[in-house]
Each structure stands twice: as structure tokens, then as C-alpha cells.
């Protein structure tokens, strides 16, 4: 039978201040409770509002919460985890026990290191946590609602979502280290179309606040792409000089980022393998473009330090807490860098480099208005979709176009064009870049969770569009 | 599988009080529909990496959400707090969503009816992945990496386990009490060839599907040691094979490879909230739209496929649905012609469908239930059509293993899939490896071009643990049974060409 409510002043779910737990009481009984050799703790709090809608309607929407406590205990040189999102104190003790207890009899850990020594408490280590609800949309709801009338009176449909976040991380371990890290981040992005569906657009932007979100400029984008799509040309597979939009900038950027994992290179089985048992560190594989990350970016900051409660290649739960500071992956064109945790570092005898997570792609040239300007003849791309990778070796991706392509002739849209099917590695595709844009907030559509991006507007010289979509 | 839920965690945990007091709060805040879902989530991944135990992390989540309507319009909200006090806060949380967003709704939310049930559901698992001892999964993993890497014919192998246990309780204000328990396990491994003159390297797999069964399915169910025992072999061929010249070809695609076919061109594509532009700005619309029902020949006379919720050790089979509807099994292309949709509740209203099969999901406490996949299958031949009878039919052409990469457009068009092995097929033989090859289509195309239907001896119950849609973003675990099937002349590319 289930059990009975428990009572709520039984333990510290909720607070005052949107505060779910009390994750640094919480942390500091765990540490407290560890018999490990060394222990790490992690707590996470997320608040989310978000509404979608579609054919100028609400349909779902949500004002949710979660939390998360990991406890990583490490004896000797091996590691157990438990993660857990309902902490009565209580069980607190048994939590700790299971994850040391799964330490028994496993392999030790190869990524094993020393963790990192604290340097303080930081300041903000107790303050109540970021949050968000409802009342995030209490202006833009209203906007969206003109949205919805406006389209309505030219006789198209929206779809669309929004979308705010907040989230705090809190991160201790038995070697004093203490790190926390809260942020907010949300976006909207909207399709149109005709009633029939035969044309649609897209746009999107991220957002801090929601304050600084005009649904209604968003509508203005879209009719003026609609508008270009009032004249539809039929065009074929082939190789075409081609202008990316900085969504699809971001998503080619992202699909050549997430292979950058020093190990994999190491290893031989990395488009940034040499061939020889190296990496190609060092060589211009990108053309011009400068792509990098920066924990500090004033527009996309991220968490400033490694977190994380599981290994991969490019990752290493040793690392929790590593600072990460701006890392250029490659500058002009020449790849400079790669994900080394440091347990791969120390037996490369390389740096350690942290994965980070936001990126951009550096960019001071012209905007599209002047790119198109000075068109002979190429393809406007606003996005693309479905993007996976076919051959790791060249990292060779396939991918669609969406919701707009134009043709550009002689300087202007000429009219849009039926999607397409592409094949092209995003190293190469970068490689080719002929032109680059004005870098800005970009909101790639493929690696949709990934808010934090920043790119220009491209042109790319020879873009293999391998067969046409009916997709509209 | 119906019986009781024994696991004293579980029982112990207040859902019905909870239930009790966000439904009551609910109704006092002037709800006229609500439902209360209880989530204890558990999942263990397993990495071995080479010789090494890259990562096991297990990680157990429990929330619960409200959902309403009010005055015609949804709200959702969820928390994590186990107490009544909370639970009445989400419920009064859910409704203030639904208020707020309330002139944003210019259609009212009307679900098709229902009846109440007090049920529980179990799905069949003989031995619970949870309780096997954490060093025996790792064990087992790092066996198959050693031979991997013994046979000399392997330079580097990760493989994993993925371990899934989904408790769940859902109360209605209509009165139903549905209690539910499944298990599901995925398990593969990618071994890497490189050349070491030239750099090039080649991957493969055993191609081994997920399913909805316990620690069983790895150790004496699903032959998972036994066919990656082949993999060194057929990987050092393959690497040695020629590129495919790129052209159009008869295909013989294994069910290892056409689940994920089907997935993408049927299973979407008849998903009806994409027919009807819910997911638009995001999974995308579908071109078997309303005025086609009953009317497209969407393939082949020969082909068959049903949605269901019900088969055995099926990745999407559940008692009832996350809107409290009970499982069902129903036709969704009879004779070729497509005549039946996926729905939930509202949509099988709004439609005129009459009562919902049962397609709501929701993959987390705090995510809200959408229409999503059931188990999409594709009936075998009632005639027993042997695998060497399908390759016996094609002059010219390649018979494909297992399943890698895949992309398919926004309205489910055109799609393009590669593979684990490509064998080449003359005069209704095999006769090698090719490689490089990735086939391209048109789903209906492709479709009607399926010119043979494997018999029962060659199905397979394929499937995916992650199928993603909805904003926020979901996924959710599905089956695809299929027979092996020819086709005739594909597109075939040549995808070193590609790159270049």
C-alpha cells in the first residue's frame, strides 16, 4: 500500500524564495556522513515556465520544477555514484553509504586524479537560488496574443514555443573546493505559414529575460520572408554557392565542435586524427573562421567550471571544479585546441582543456542585407534540420534545409526554394567560407538545447546539396 | 502483464495521498478536468571503454505533476516536494497556468471520453537489471571488450549498458487509479578498425535491439555476446571491401536495419498531432494529412502495419497511457492504404475519431503528456518467406544489416539511412562486403517499391530509447517489429563520394 504524506516541516523541501531544498545544508551533511577517501557533492535546482502553441493557439505549456543530488564518493582510486531527487534527511545517510558501497569491486577508475583544492566558500554559496514561473510571460503573453490577431488578419498560421529557465548548481568536495553557478536562459522561436502549409519561415532568439523579446518584430521577420516566397522556383540537387543564416552557422559549428575531443584524436578515430597517432592541432582545417568559447561572454555566460557526474572522452568527473576560461578552438582557420580532461592531459603531456558550453564564431564583416547585396548568384539558408553524421572519419553529416530557402540573383531574393537534402562535412563546409558575417545571438535549430551560441552570417562557396525535399 | 507492483520503495512513496489532495484542490479552483502523475524514474548507464570502466552512474528521479482544464484551457505545473501541502500548491499552480494563459486559447480543450479504471500493470521482466550486482554488468561489458580487442582485428571498442525502470501512478478526477511498472534494456558496442598506413578507420556493431525486458535480455535472450563475437571479422572485411558505386539497386533490408525505416517514414508520419501542426516549430508537420486517410496508397499492396501498445517485451507497450487510456492494438496502413492515425485524447476529439488509442506520453514528472509513438510494426508475410528467398529475388543488389545514421525531412519526404554491413547481392547471391553505401527515397516511393515481405522466421522486434520530439524536448522508448524486405531499385550513394 503507499505510504502516508509526509509531513511537510519533516524536512526542508520547499523555502521561502524559491528555494525547492537547501542544497548547502544538505552538502555539508553529506560531507559530514562520507567515510570515502574523498567525496564530491552536487546539487542542482531547475525551475522552467514554457507555453507552445500552434494554428494561432495555446496547446501545452508548464510551470515545472526539479532537483537533483549527486553524491560521487571515491575509495582508493575507484568511484560510485547515486543520484537521488528525493532527499528526506533520513535517507540522506543511505544515499551516501550506496554510492561508497559501489565503489566495492569495480575496476579502478582510469580518468582517476586528486581533486581539486577549494579556495573558499564564494559568497553567494547560500543565497536563494535562481528561479522562474508563470509570471515570467506576464508581459510577453499579451505580444504573443497581438501575434496571434495579426497573423490571423493576413491569413497565416503560427506555431511556436517559449521558453525560461532558471538554474543554480551548487558543487563541494571533501578537498575543500566549493563552487556555485546559477543562471537564467530562454528563448522563443516561431514558425509561419500559409493555410496549406506550402510556405513557411522560421525565426527564433534567445533570451535572458524575456524583457527584451518582441514577438511582434519576430512576425515582421517572418511576413517579410513569406513575402519572398510568393515566388516559388523549382531547383535541383547539385553544389551551390550558398548564404547560412547564423542559425545554421551555429549548428555547422556545433556539429564540428562536438567532435573535438582530444582522445578521440589521440586515438585514431577523429576527423582530427593526423593519420600518424596525432592530432591535427595545428594545421588550417577551417579556412579563416576563428571559433571559441568563453565562460564570461557577456551575452552567453555559462558555468565557469567543469561539473558533472559521469566520464566520457572528453570529460572527467576528477575535473569537477576545473575553471574554464576563453579557449579558441580554432583561430583563422588553424585548429588550436581540443577537449583534454586532465587525467588524458597528464599522459599526453598536454594542457588539460575543458569542455565549455557556449560558442561562437567570430565575425566583424558585413551584415546579410550587404552579403545579398553583393550576390551573383547563391542560396539564403534560414536553417536547417535533422542533422546526423554519416562518416566520422571525415565527419561528413546529412542534414535538411527548413522553413526558407531563397534564391539570390544580381544583388536580390528572387524568390524561395524548394528544400533539400544535404551531405557535407560541417569542417569543410566551414573551411569553404568565403565570406564572413556580423557574429550575433544565433539559435541553432538542430542542437536546439544549445542556447548559448553566437555566429555571423556565411557564405559558403560550394555547398552539396545531394538531392531535393518536398518538405514545405 | 497484469499483477501487482511489489517493490516496497515504490509502495512507500504517498501518491494516493498526494493524489488526494491536488485532485481536491483542483476541483475547488474550478477545474473541470484534472489528472494527478506520480514518476519514479530509475536508470543506470554502464560504459566500458576499451579495457576500462569509463563511467557507471545510476541516478533514481520522483516528482509528480497536475494537469487541468479550465474554462477550455490546459495548465501543467509539477513539483518534487512529497507533501499534500506541495501537492495542493502544484494543483493551484497548474490552474493559475491556466488562467494566465487563457486569452492565448481560441479553441477549447474537449477529451474524448474515457471509462474509469483501478488497474495495475506490470511489464514481464525475469530478472530485475536493478538488482543485479553493479560488478556483474560491468563485467560483462568488459568480456566483450576483451575479445573484441583479442581477436587483433579490433583497435578500440566502447560498448554500454542502458538500464530503465519507470514506476508510475495516475489519478483522475473522474476516478481512475492506474498503478503501472515497466523495465527496458539497451545494450550495444562499436568497434573501430584503423588502418594504420592510411589513417582511414571503419566502425561497427552487433546491431542488437533495445526491449522491454529485464538483465535476461543480454545474458540469455538476445544472443548479444554471440553476435558481437562476429563483429571483428566482418569489420576487418568490410574494410577491405570496394565502395559501392553509387546508383540504384534492389535492397534486401534486414529488420535490424528497416525498424528504423519504418520509425521515421511510418511511424511519424502517422502521427496525427503533426498532421495537425502541433509540432510544426519543432518535429515537424506530415504529408499524410487528414483529406489522405482511407485515400493514399502508401506502399505496397503486401504492406501491413498496425500501432499498438500491447505487444510483449515492447518498448511502448503500457497498461494505459499517460491520459488513463487503456492499451490497444489497431490498423494504421491495411493493404497498402493508409487508414488510421496515432491520437490522444483531445485530438481523437477533435477529430471525430471517437475514443483516443492511447498514444499520451509524458517522459518525466515534469514534462506534460504528448501524443507520441506506439509500437509501429510491420506485418511478416503469413507465407514463410525465408531471408535467402528475398535474396534469391534480386539480379543485382545489397542486402543491409543494422542500423547507423538516418535523417529524414520535416514533413517526412525524404529520408536518408546508412548501415552497419552492405552485402552485395548477383544472381540472387551473396557475394561480399561493400561499403560506403547510404540509401535515399522517397517514403512512398520506397514504399510501394517493396516488391517481397519476409515470413515470421525472419521478424524482429527493433526499436529506439530515444525518440525525440515536443518542446521542451522528449524522448520516449519504441518498438518496431519487422520481417526482412526487399525492395526494388533505391537510390544508393556512395557517401565517401559525398564528403568530397
Given at each position: 500500500?503507499p505510504?502516508?504524506?509526509?509531513?511537510?516541516?519533516?524536512?526542508?523541501?520547499?523555502?521561502?524564495?524559491?528555494?525547492?531544498?537547501?542544497?548547502?545544508?544538505?552538502?555539508?551533511?553529506?560531507?559530514?556522513?562520507?567515510?570515502?577517501?574523498?567525496?564530491?557533492?552536487?546539487?542542482?535546482?531547475?525551475?522552467?515556465?514554457?507555453?507552445?502553441?500552434?494554428?494561432?493557439?495555446?496547446?501545452?505549456?508548464?510551470?515545472?520544477?526539479?532537483?537533483?543530488?549527486?553524491?560521487?564518493?571515491?575509495?582508493?582510486?575507484?568511484?560510485?555514484?547515486?543520484?537521488?531527487?528525493?532527499?528526506?534527511?533520513?535517507?540522506?545517510?543511505?544515499?551516501?553509504?550506496?554510492?561508497?558501497?559501489?565503489?566495492?569491486?569495480?575496476?579502478?577508475?582510469?580518468?582517476?586524479?586528486?581533486?581539486?583544492?577549494?579556495?573558499?566558500?564564494?559568497?553567494?554559496?547560500?543565497?536563494?537560488?535562481?528561479?522562474?514561473?508563470?509570471?515570467?510571460?506576464?508581459?510577453?503573453?499579451?505580444?504573443?496574443?497581438?501575434?496571434?490577431?495579426?497573423?490571423?488578419?493576413?491569413?497565416?498560421?503560427?506555431?511556436?514555443?517559449?521558453?525560461?529557465?532558471?538554474?543554480?548548481?551548487?558543487?563541494?568536495?571533501?578537498?575543500?573546493?566549493?563552487?556555485?553557478?546559477?543562471?537564467?536562459?530562454?528563448?522563443?522561436?516561431?514558425?509561419?505559414?500559409?493555410?496549406?502549409?506550402?510556405?513557411?519561415?522560421?525565426?527564433?532568439?534567445?533570451?535572458?529575460?524575456?524583457?527584451?523579446?518582441?514577438?511582434?518584430?519576430?512576425?515582421?521577420?517572418?511576413?517579410?520572408?513569406?513575402?519572398?516566397?510568393?515566388?516559388?522556383?523549382?531547383?535541383?540537387?547539385?553544389?551551390?554557392?550558398?548564404?547560412?543564416?547564423?542559425?545554421?552557422?551555429?549548428?555547422?559549428?556545433?556539429?564540428?565542435?562536438?567532435?573535438?575531443?582530444?582522445?578521440?584524436?589521440?586515438?585514431?578515430?577523429?576527423?582530427?586524427?593526423?593519420?600518424?597517432?596525432?592530432?591535427?592541432?595545428?594545421?588550417?582545417?577551417?579556412?579563416?573562421?576563428?571559433?571559441?568559447?568563453?565562460?564570461?561572454?557577456?551575452?552567453?555566460?555559462?558555468?565557469?567550471?567543469?561539473?558533472?557526474?559521469?566520464?566520457?572522452?572528453?570529460?572527467?568527473?576528477?575535473?569537477?571544479?576545473?575553471?574554464?576560461?576563453?579557449?579558441?578552438?580554432?583561430?583563422?582557420?588553424?585548429?588550436?585546441?581540443?577537449?583534454?580532461?586532465?587525467?588524458?592531459?597528464?599522459?599526453?603531456?598536454?594542457?588539460?582543456?575543458?569542455?565549455?558550453?557556449?560558442?561562437?564564431?567570430?565575425?566583424?564583416?558585413?551584415?546579410?542585407?550587404?552579403?545579398?547585396?553583393?550576390?551573383?548568384?547563391?542560396?539564403?539558408?534560414?536553417?536547417?534540420?535533422?542533422?546526423?553524421?554519416?562518416?566520422?572519419?571525415?565527419?561528413?553529416?546529412?542534414?535538411?534545409?527548413?522553413?526558407?530557402?531563397?534564391?539570390?540573383?544580381?544583388?536580390?531574393?528572387?524568390?524561395?526554394?524548394?528544400?533539400?537534402?544535404?551531405?557535407?562535412?560541417?569542417?569543410?563546409?566551414?573551411?569553404?567560407?568565403?565570406?564572413?558575417?556580423?557574429?550575433?545571438?544565433?539559435?541553432?535549430?538542430?542542437?536546439?538545447?544549445?542556447?548559448?551560441?553566437?555566429?555571423?552570417?556565411?557564405?559558403?562557396?560550394?555547398?552539396?546539396?545531394?538531392?531535393?525535399?518536398?518538405?514545405? | 502483464?497484469?499483477?501487482?507492483?511489489?517493490?516496497?520503495?515504490?509502495?512507500?512513496?504517498p501518491f494516493e495521498s498526494l493524489a488526494g489532495a491536488a485532485l481536491?484542490?483542483?476541483?475547488?479552483?474550478?477545474?473541470?478536468?484534472?489528472d494527478f502523475r506520480f514518476?519514479?524514474?530509475?536508470?543506470?548507464?554502464?560504459?566500458?571503454?576499451?579495457?576500462?570502466?569509463?563511467?557507471?552512474?545510476?541516478?533514481?528521479?520522483?516528482?509528480f505533476?497536475v494537469?487541468?482544464?479550465?474554462?477550455?484551457?490546459?495548465?501543467?505545473?509539477?513539483?518534487?516536494?512529497?507533501?499534500?501541502?506541495?501537492a495542493?500548491?502544484?494543483?493551484?499552480?497548474?490552474?493559475?497556468?491556466?488562467?494566465?494563459?487563457?486569452?492565448?486559447?481560441?479553441?477549447?480543450?474537449?477529451?474524448?471520453?474515457?471509462?474509469?479504471?483501478?488497474?495495475?500493470?506490470?511489464?514481464?521482466?525475469?530478472?530485475?537489471?536493478?538488482?543485479?550486482?553493479?560488478?556483474?554488468?560491468?563485467?560483462?561489458?568488459?568480456?566483450?571488450?576483451?575479445?573484441?580487442?583479442?581477436?587483433?582485428?579490433?583497435?578500440?571498442?566502447?560498448?554500454?549498458?542502458?538500464?530503465?525502470?519507470?514506476?508510475?501512478f495516475f489519478a483522475s478526477?473522474?476516478?481512475?487509479r492506474?498503478?503501472?511498472?515497466?523495465?527496458?534494456?539497451?545494450?550495444?558496442?562499436?568497434?573501430?578498425?584503423?588502418?594504420?598506413?592510411?589513417?582511414?578507420?571503419?566502425?561497427?556493431?552487433?546491431?542488437?535491439?533495445?526491449?522491454?525486458?529485464?538483465?535476461?535480455?543480454?545474458?540469455?535472450?538476445?544472443?548479444?555476446?554471440?553476435?558481437?563475437?562476429?563483429?571483428?571479422?566482418?569489420?576487418?572485411?568490410?574494410?577491405?571491401?570496394?565502395?559501392?558505386?553509387?546508383?540504384?539497386?534492389?535492397?534486401?533490408?534486414?529488420?535490424?536495419?528497416?525498424?528504423?525505416?519504418?520509425?521515421?517514414?511510418?511511424?511519424?508520419?502517422?502521427?496525427?498531432?503533426?498532421?495537425?501542426?502541433?509540432?510544426?516549430?519543432?518535429?515537424?508537420?506530415?504529408?499524410?494529412?487528414?483529406?489522405?486517410?482511407?485515400?493514399?496508397?502508401?506502399?505496397?499492396?503486401?504492406?501491413?502495419?498496425?500501432?499498438?501498445?500491447?505487444?510483449?517485451?515492447?518498448?511502448?507497450?503500457?497498461?494505459?497511457?499517460?491520459?488513463?487510456?487503456?492499451?490497444?492494438?489497431?490498423?494504421?496502413?491495411?493493404?497498402?492504404?493508409?487508414?488510421?492515425?496515432?491520437?490522444?485524447?483531445?485530438?481523437?476529439?477533435?477529430?471525430?475519431?471517437?475514443?483516443?488509442?492511447?498514444?499520451?506520453?509524458?517522459?518525466?514528472?515534469?514534462?506534460?503528456?504528448?501524443?507520441?509513438?506506439?509500437?509501429?510494426?510491420?506485418?511478416?508475410?503469413?507465407?514463410?518467406?525465408?531471408?535467402?528467398?528475398?535474396?534469391?529475388?534480386?539480379?543485382?543488389?545489397?542486402?543491409?544489416?543494422?542500423?547507423?545514421?538516418?535523417?529524414?525531412?520535416?514533413?517526412?519526404?525524404?529520408?536518408?539511412?546508412?548501415?552497419?554491413?552492405?552485402?552485395?547481392?548477383?544472381?540472387?547471391?551473396?557475394?561480399?562486403?561493400?561499403?560506403?553505401?547510404?540509401?535515399?527515397?522517397?517514403?512512398?516511393?520506397?514504399?510501394?517499391?517493396?516488391?517481397?515481405?519476409?515470413?515470421?522466421?525472419?521478424?524482429?522486434?527493433?526499436?529506439?530509447?530515444?525518440?525525440?520530439?515536443?518542446?521542451?524536448?522528449?524522448?520516449?522508448?519504441?518498438?518496431?517489429?519487422?520481417?526482412?524486405?526487399?525492395?526494388?531499385?533505391?537510390?544508393?550513394?556512395?557517401?565517401?563520394?559525398?564528403?568530397?
Open positions: 500500500m505510504g502516508r504524506v509526509v509531513p511537510s516541516d519533516q524536512y526542508p523541501q520547499h523555502r521561502a524564495g524559491g528555494t525547492l531544498i537547501d542544497f548547502p545544508q544538505i552538502i555539508d551533511r553529506v560531507l559530514g556522513l562520507s567515510r570515502a577517501d574523498a567525496c564530491i557533492v552536487i546539487g542542482r535546482q531547475n525551475t522552467n515556465a514554457n507555453v507552445r502553441w500552434a494554428n494561432n493557439t495555446v496547446t501545452t505549456n508548464g510551470a515545472t520544477e526539479s532537483v537533483a543530488l549527486s553524491i560521487l564518493s571515491i575509495v582508493g582510486r575507484r568511484i560510485g555514484s547515486a543520484t537521488r531527487s528525493y532527499l528526506p534527511p533520513e535517507h540522506l545517510e543511505r544515499i551516501v553509504r550506496e554510492s561508497e558501497a559501489t565503489c566495492e569491486g569495480k575496476p579502478v577508475a582510469p580518468d582517476y586524479m586528486p581533486l581539486l583544492a577549494g579556495e573558499g566558500t564564494p559568497h553567494d554559496w547560500s543565497a536563494p537560488p535562481a528561479a522562474t514561473d508563470i509570471r515570467v510571460f506576464d508581459a510577453f503573453a499579451p505580444k504573443l496574443r497581438g501575434v496571434f490577431d495579426r497573423a490571423g488578419r493576413a491569413d497565416l498560421q503560427t506555431f511556436g514555443f517559449a521558453e525560461h529557465g532558471a538554474s543554480t548548481i551548487w558543487l563541494a568536495t571533501s578537498s575543500g573546493l566549493r563552487r556555485r553557478h546559477s543562471d537564467c536562459i530562454g528563448k522563443v522561436d516561431i514558425t509561419a505559414k500559409t493555410p496549406d502549409f506550402s510556405r513557411s519561415s522560421w525565426a527564433g532568439a534567445a533570451t535572458a529575460t524575456f524583457a527584451d523579446i518582441d514577438p511582434g518584430a519576430l512576425l515582421d521577420t517572418l511576413q517579410q520572408r513569406l513575402s519572398w516566397s510568393e515566388r516559388q522556383i523549382e531547383l535541383p540537387a547539385g553544389h551551390y554557392e550558398v548564404l547560412l543564416e547564423p542559425s545554421c552557422v551555429s549548428d555547422l559549428a556545433l556539429g564540428s565542435y562536438f567532435f573535438m575531443t582530444r582522445r578521440d584524436a589521440d586515438e585514431g578515430r577523429s576527423p582530427y586524427s593526423n593519420g600518424t597517432g596525432g592530432t591535427r592541432i595545428g594545421e588550417r582545417l577551417f579556412g579563416r573562421v576563428t571559433m571559441y568559447s568563453d565562460p564570461a561572454d557577456s551575452q552567453i555566460p555559462v558555468t565557469p567550471f567543469h561539473v558533472g557526474v559521469a566520464s566520457d572522452g572528453a570529460t572527467s568527473v576528477f575535473d569537477n571544479g576545473l575553471p574554464a576560461v576563453r579557449m579558441d578552438w580554432t583561430r583563422d582557420g588553424v585548429l588550436r585546441a581540443l577537449f583534454t580532461p586532465r587525467f588524458w592531459a597528464a599522459k599526453a603531456g598536454v594542457p588539460a582543456v575543458p569542455y565549455v558550453n557556449n560558442l561562437i564564431v567570430a565575425g566583424d564583416g558585413p551584415t546579410m542585407n550587404d552579403m545579398i547585396r553583393r550576390t551573383r548568384r547563391a542560396l539564403l539558408v534560414t536553417c536547417f534540420w535533422y542533422i546526423r553524421t554519416v562518416d566520422p572519419q571525415t565527419a561528413l553529416q546529412t542534414g535538411l534545409t527548413r522553413d526558407g530557402v531563397f534564391l539570390v540573383e544580381n544583388g536580390e531574393v528572387k524568390g524561395s526554394v524548394n528544400n533539400f537534402r544535404w551531405n557535407m562535412s560541417p569542417i569543410a563546409a566551414l573551411a569553404q567560407a568565403t565570406e564572413i558575417g556580423r557574429t550575433g545571438m544565433a539559435l541553432p535549430r538542430e542542437h536546439d538545447e544549445f542556447l548559448r551560441a553566437k555566429a555571423p552570417a556565411l557564405r559558403i562557396e560550394r555547398f552539396n546539396m545531394s538531392s531535393p525535399s518536398q518538405a514545405s | 502483464m497484469t499483477h501487482s507492483i511489489t517493490d516496497p520503495a515504490f509502495l512507500a512513496l481536491a484542490r483542483a476541483k475547488q479552483l474550478g477545474a473541470t478536468y484534472a514518476d519514479r524514474l530509475r536508470g543506470h548507464t554502464i560504459v566500458v571503454r576499451d579495457r576500462e570502466l569509463q563511467t557507471s552512474a545510476p541516478a533514481e528521479s520522483i516528482g505533476s494537469r487541468v482544464i479550465k474554462n477550455g484551457s490546459w495548465g501543467f505545473a509539477a513539483g518534487v516536494d512529497l507533501t499534500a501541502d506541495a495542493a500548491a502544484v494543483a493551484a499552480r497548474a490552474v493559475d497556468v491556466a488562467d494566465t494563459l487563457a486569452p492565448l486559447n481560441v479553441e477549447p480543450v474537449i477529451l474524448a471520453d474515457e471509462p474509469v479504471y483501478t488497474d495495475t500493470y506490470v511489464s514481464r521482466c525475469d530478472i530485475d537489471p536493478f538488482t543485479v550486482p553493479e560488478q556483474d554488468k560491468i563485467n560483462f561489458l568488459l568480456a566483450l571488450n576483451d575479445r573484441q580487442l583479442a581477436s587483433g582485428k579490433v583497435d578500440h571498442v566502447t560498448s554500454y549498458v542502458i538500464l530503465a525502470a519507470e514506476q508510475k478526477l473522474a476516478g481512475s492506474i498503478m503501472q511498472q515497466r523495465v527496458r534494456v539497451r545494450g550495444d558496442l562499436t568497434a573501430v578498425r584503423i588502418d594504420k598506413s592510411t589513417g582511414a578507420f571503419e566502425t561497427m556493431g552487433p546491431a542488437v535491439p533495445p526491449a522491454g525486458r529485464g538483465w535476461e535480455y543480454f545474458t540469455t535472450v538476445s544472443g548479444f555476446a554471440a553476435k558481437a563475437e562476429e563483429v571483428p571479422e566482418m569489420l576487418d572485411e568490410k574494410m577491405a571491401s570496394p565502395s559501392v558505386k553509387p546508383g540504384r539497386y534492389d535492397l534486401v533490408i534486414d529488420p535490424t536495419n528497416l525498424w528504423l525505416t519504418i520509425h521515421e517514414s511510418i511511424g511519424h508520419s502517422t502521427e496525427l498531432d503533426r498532421v495537425l501542426g502541433y509540432e510544426a516549430n519543432y518535429a515537424g508537420t506530415s504529408f499524410a494529412t487528414l483529406d489522405k486517410l482511407n485515400r493514399l496508397q502508401f506502399g505496397a499492396p503486401s504492406m501491413n502495419v498496425t500501432g499498438d501498445r500491447q505487444v510483449e517485451y515492447g518498448l511502448s507497450t503500457v497498461g494505459y497511457d499517460d491520459e488513463g487510456v487503456a492499451a490497444q492494438t489497431w490498423d494504421i496502413i491495411r493493404d497498402g492504404k493508409l487508414v488510421g492515425y496515432q491520437l490522444d485524447r483531445q485530438m481523437a476529439c477533435k477529430q471525430r475519431f471517437g475514443r483516443s488509442n492511447g498514444c499520451a506520453f509524458a517522459d518525466a514528472p515534469e514534462h506534460v503528456p504528448l501524443q507520441r509513438m506506439p509500437n509501429v510494426s510491420l506485418k511478416a508475410n503469413p507465407r514463410d518467406v525465408a531471408l535467402a528467398d528475398l535474396i534469391g529475388a534480386v539480379d543485382d543488389g545489397i542486402y543491409i544489416v543494422g542500423d547507423k545514421s538516418w535523417s529524414i525531412d520535416m514533413q517526412r519526404y525524404n529520408f536518408q539511412f546508412t548501415g552497419q554491413k552492405f552485402f552485395r547481392i548477383k544472381s540472387g547471391r551473396i557475394v561480399g562486403q561493400v561499403k560506403d553505401v547510404a540509401y535515399q527515397a522517397r517514403t512512398t516511393d520506397f514504399w510501394n517499391a517493396m516488391d517481397g515481405v519476409g515470413g515470421r522466421s525472419t521478424y524482429l522486434l527493433g526499436g529506439a530509447f530515444n525518440c525525440g520530439k515536443g518542446q521542451p524536448g522528449q524522448i520516449a522508448p519504441v518498438s518496431h517489429g519487422c520481417p526482412a524486405a526487399l525492395f526494388r531499385q533505391i537510390n544508393i550513394l556512395n557517401t565517401a563520394q559525398e564528403g568530397h
